[in-house]
């Protein structure tokens, strides 16, 4: 009989495929650090070939693979540091730069992640139609404020009151996009100065659309400014935005000023409605003391001749249950703070346009028509200050 050492050795004599044959090692792989290294040395003989940067074309792999890859190393400064012999071309920020305190990460923007929307970064949605809107419209860089000591203050008192919950974050929307207001996108804090309009109509594949565009001036809480173009700037709110409401202190004092003594030479500025919903859906038919407060600056039912065709307007024609002539004043800033008011009632629903697209409504709140009366009462005299809204009981009270 065989024994264990003779049988094995058969085994292994026995082996027409080679399967028992070890092969000798192969050279060792690359190491992750050889690898960084080669990856950016393919972006330098880019630039090297075509005197560029690589830029985000979708229509050209490789180009648009070390467009990423870059943008993955400037946001990655243990690489940029490992990567700054091989820096020929001064693609990479390797400054070291001092962080003392949470303000310091914040207003920190090397990478220019607060930029406008000049390569679809906002709006860029995997397909080539969005795409080439975003590289049709040509969008200014970013680039420091020289005169920022006249907002830093701004800023600052904006933050602190978003901490004492005198101003909120509110849903933002097409309409809410005005001048001289604050916004935040992508958690950032920015001013919108101003904006000049030259163009009116716009085209697209899909036709000439009416909207009205311009280079606008963006100032950041971080020193920055912007000239993105307006719609530029309404996308990218649109993806990833907040509206910042205004001090409701402030807001009070200057309708409490504005609301005495007018004359026949005191200016209309626009219209505060109630309106209530004529829609036949159950969803939005069953609920009881639903109104919407809105503001117009042109006549109440010029506003609301095409409610059926808004989500605004929950898709369905309205009827007008009061309104309010302005005189003097911000009207919007008055329908802010009844919205703020009210704010704990809003209807929470979607509303699908006629395109599909679905829409949040802010403006319907679930509230009497007597209480919001009252409410617009008490603004006026500016006791407002002095009363809350009791949802329970459906009434306004006191604080006192």
Not at 233 to 246: A, D, I, P
Request: proline content about 3%; aromatic content about 10%; overall charge negative.
């Amino acid at each position: 009989m065989k024994d264990k050492e003779s049988i094995l050795k058969e085994i292994f004599e026995n082996d027409p495929l080679g399967l028992l044959t070890v092969k000798p090692k192969k050279s060792a792989a690359r190491t992750s650090d050889e690898r960084l290294a080669s990856s950016f040395d393919e972006i330098n003989d880019f630039i090297e070939k075509n005197e560029r940067e690589p830029k985000p074309d979708i229509s050209n792999i490789s180009e648009y693979k070390l467009y990423s890859t870059l943008k993955g190393l400037r946001d990655n400064e243990e690489k940029m540091m490992a990567l700054e012999p091989q820096d020929k071309y001064g693609l990479l920020n390797t400054e070291k730069k001092e962080i003392n305190s949470i303000d310091d990460i914040l207003s920190d923007d090397s990478l220019d992640i607060l930029g406008d929307d000049a390569e679809g970064l906002f709006t860029f949605k995997h397909t080539p139609k969005d795409y080439e809107r975003a590289k049709a419209d040509f969008v200014g860089k970013r680039f420091k404020c020289k005169d920022f000591h006249k907002y830093e203050h701004l800023f600052k008192e904006v933050q602190d009151d978003l901490a004492l919950g005198k101003r909120k974050l509110v849903d933002f929307n097409y309409d809410n996009l005005r001048k001289g207001e604050f916004y935040v996108h992508n958690g950032i804090l920015l001013f919108f100065k101003d904006v000049d309009f030259t163009k009116k109509t716009q085209k697209f594949k899909s036709g000439i659309h009416n909207r009205p565009d311009g280079r606008t001036v963006i100032i950041f809480e971080n020193g920055t400014e912007s000239n993105m173009m307006f719609q530029s700037l309404y996308k990218s709110l649109h993806t990833n935005g907040k509206m910042v409401t205004q001090n409701v202190d402030k807001v009070i004092e200057e309708f409490t000023e504005t609301f005495s003594g007018i004359t026949n030479e005191d200016k209309e500025t626009g219209h505060i409605y109630v309106l209530t919903s004529q829609s036949e859906k159950e969803d939005i038919a069953s609920l009881e003391n639903l109104y919407k407060i809105g503001y117009s600056s042109k006549s109440v039912q010029e506003r609301i001749k095409n409610a059926e065709n808004e989500p605004t307007y929950l898709m369905a024609p309205v009827k007008v249950e009061s309104s309010w002539m302005c005189y003097n004043m911000n009207a919007q800033k008055f329908e802010s703070l009844i919205h703020r008011f009210f704010g704990h009632t809003c209807l929470e629903i979607d509303v699908f346009d006629n395109n599909g697209i679905r829409h949040t409504p802010r403006e319907w709140f679930i509230v009497p028509l007597a209480a919001i009366e009252q409410a617009i009462a008490l603004i006026i005299s500016g006791d407002i200050v002095n009363y809350r809204y009791d949802k329970e009981n459906e009434v306004i009270i006191n604080n006192i």
